[in-house]
C-alpha cells in the first residue's frame, strides 16, 4: 500500500503562473513532510520541509501547506520559471527516520 | 566538497550475475540509505542505516544486501540479479536520523539494467 500518493503524473504550466503540487498520505504518525526536485540524470535535491505542527512554510517562490485533518499537502511555486521544469517527489518521514517518498509529479513551464 | 558518491554510474548484468553498487560519503552523516526509482513508483526505500553496524530494511529489501562497517561507506550487494532489479539506484545520506530536521543529501544514481 502507497502511504505518499501523488495523483497526478504531469503538470503543465505558463512561466510566471502559479504551479500547485499535490501529494496524499495515509500515516498518521508521520512528523514532518518534504518536497524534493530532480532533474534528468541527477540525484534528488531538498527544496523545503514542514513539520507536522504548522500548516504552512515559505522559502522564496516556494510554499508548503499542510492540511493534517485531510492529510494532504501541497507546494506552491509562484511564480513559475522554465528551470523550474524538473520531477518533484513528496516525501513523509515517520518517526523511526524512514522517509517515504510519492510518485512524482513532472512540471513543465512553458515559455 | 564531493557530498554522496556512487559508482558505477552505469551497469549491464546477466541474470543471476552478482555485483555490489558503491555509495561514500564524506560529510560524517550518521544516516545513509538506498532507494529505487522505477517509472510511475517513485522512489522506494531498500535498505537504511543509522550509524555504523546498525542496518535495517526498508519497504523493498528482498534481493538485496547491506552493510555498514564504516560510517562513510554503505554498499549495496546483488547476490543474484533478475531482470525485476533494473532499475535507478540512489544512495542518501542525512546528519541525522530524522528526515524533517535534517534532509537527504543524494548521490547522483546508478543505473542497472539486467538482461
Known amino acids: 500500500d502507497q502511504q505518499v500518493k501523488q495523483n497526478s503524473p504531469s503538470l503543465s504550466v505558463q512561466e510566471g503562473r502559479i504551479s500547485i503540487l499535490n501529494c496524499d498520505y495515509t500515516?498518521?504518525?508521520?512528523?514532518?513532510f518534504l518536497w524534493y526536485k530532480k532533474y534528468p540524470a541527477e540525484g534528488p535535491t531538498f527544496l523545503i520541509s514542514?513539520?507536522?505542527?504548522?500548516d504552512k512554510n515559505e522559502d522564496g517562490r516556494f510554499t508548503v501547506f499542510l492540511n493534517k485533518s485531510a492529510k494532504h499537502l501541497s507546494l506552491h511555486i509562484v511564480p513559475s520559471q522554465p528551470g523550474d521544469s524538473a520531477v518533484y517527489f513528496c516525501?513523509?518521514?515517520?518517526?523511526?527516520?524512514?522517509?517515504?517518498f510519492g510518485q512524482g509529479t513532472e512540471l513543465s513551464v512553458k515559455p | 566538497n564531493a557530498g554522496v558518491t556512487q559508482t558505477p554510474k552505469f551497469q549491464v548484468l546477466k541474470t543471476g550475475q552478482s555485483m555490489t553498487l558503491q555509495c561514500a560519503q564524506d560529510?560524517?552523516?550518521?544516516?545513509m540509505s538506498w532507494y529505487r526509482q522505477d517509472p510511475g513508483m517513485g522512489l522506494r526505500l531498500i535498505h537504511y542505516?543509522?550509524?555504523?553496524?546498525?542496518?535495517d530494511q526498508g519497504e523493498v529489501p528482498n534481493g538485496y544486501n547491506v552493510s555498514r562497517s564504516t560510517t562513510e561507506d554503505f554498499p549495496l550487494r546483488l547476490l543474484s540479479a533478475a531482470p525485476s532489479q533494473t532499475s535507478v539506484y540512489f544512495c542518501?545520506?542525512?546528519?541525522?536520523?530524522?528526515?524533517?530536521?535534517?534532509?537527504?543529501?543524494f548521490g547522483n544514481g546508478t543505473r542497472l539494467t539486467v538482461t
Open positions: 500515516n498518521s504518525m508521520f512528523d514532518y
Open positions: 516525501a513523509a518521514s515517520d518517526p523511526g527516520g524512514k522517509l517515504i
Open positions: 542518501a545520506s542525512s546528519y541525522l536520523v530524522n528526515g524533517g530536521d535534517s534532509p537527504l543529501h
Open positions: 514542514i513539520s507536522s505542527i504548522k
Open positions: 560529510m560524517n552523516h550518521e544516516y
Open positions: 542505516s543509522v550509524g555504523a553496524g546498525i542496518t
